[in-house]
C-alpha cells in the first residue's frame, strides 16, 4: 500500500541544474577550471556541493583541505541563490502532481543532495513549500546518494509520531539519476524516474519511467506497492 512519495529535487521539481553549474563553474573560474555540460551530466549530478569540489580537487590536482573546500560549497551556494531569484523555475506537470499527491492524503517528502537554503528558497518562491512534511538536504546526511542514508533518514523522520510507522516498501522514489535510484533501492523502496536530465536508458534501475510528472496517476503509485 502506498504510504508516502519521497522526491529529490533537482531535475525533478526544480529545472535548477544548469543553474548548479554556472555557480560551481563561476567558483572554479579563481582556477582556470570549467566543468563542461556533458561532464557535469555524466560525473557530478547527484554530489552534495562537497563531494563534488572533492573530486574536482582529486582530478585538477588542487591542494584543498577539508575547511576550504568547505569555503567554496558556501561560495556556491551564494552564487547559486543569486541565480535562482530570478532563474530557478518549477519543472511543468510539478504542481499538479502535488495537488494530486495531496488530495489523496499522500505524504510527500525531498530527499535531496541540495543544502537546504537552497530548497527552501525555490519552495518558497514556488509557494510549494507546505506540500512537504520533511526535507533532508545535505547537511544532514554523511553519506550521499548513491548511499541509502539519506532516504533512510527521510522516512524516519516522515514516521515521528506516526503510528503504525510507514515501511520502506510502502513509499515511492521519484529520481532523476542513476545514483539517486541506486539509493532508493538500496533503502529498498519502489523507483520512478522522470527522463528530465537522463535518457531512459541510463534510468533502467527504474521500476517505471515518464517524461514528466503529471503523466503518473494516483493508481501507478498505488500499484507499485502492491
Known sequence: ??????????GVITDSE????????RVLAQYNIEIATKDYYKEYLGLTDVDCFKLLAER?????????IENLAQQKTRIFEQLAQTDGKIIEGVRDFLQMLKENNVPMAICSGAVRAEIELILEQARLRPFFAVIVSAEQVKKGKPHPDGFLLTLQKLNNNRRPAIKAEQCVVIEDSHWGLEAAKAAKMHTIAVTNSYDADQLSLAEKIVPRL?????????????
Open 1 to 10: 500500500m502506498l504510504k508516502a512519495v519521497i522526491f529529490d529535487f533537482d
Open 18 to 25: 544548469i543553474l548548479h553549474l554556472r555557480a560551481f563553474n
Open 60 to 68: 585538477f590536482s588542487l591542494k584543498l583541505d577539508n575547511q576550504k
Open 214 to 226: 503529471d503523466k503518473l496517476s494516483i493508481n501507478d503509485l498505488q500499484k507499485l506497492c502492491i
